[in-house]
């Protein structure tokens, strides 16, 4: 038996394209946001939190936004 969760959704991701070029630090310059469409994507919950200072959050606490 399938689980009651939504599939066949179209999920938009979002990523920075190639920087441009360098600041005049040197820092490189965030690209362009580049939008990506996938249908068909499963949406669920997650299984359970994720532990405070484990790899999950240190990977999310990295993501520039």
Do not use: F, H, N
Request: hydrophobic share 25%; glycine share 14%; net charge neutral.
């Amino acid at each position: 038996m399938p689980a009651p969760y939504p599939y066949g959704e179209t999920v938009v991701r979002l990523r920075r394209g190639e920087s441009p070029g360098r600041d005049p630090r040197g820092q490189p310059i965030p690209g362009p946001l580049v939008e990506t469409t996938m249908p068909g994507c499963v949406v669920t919950p997650r299984a359970e939190t994720p532990a405070v200072g484990g790899p999950e959050q240190t990977g999310r606490d990295t993501v520039i936004v």
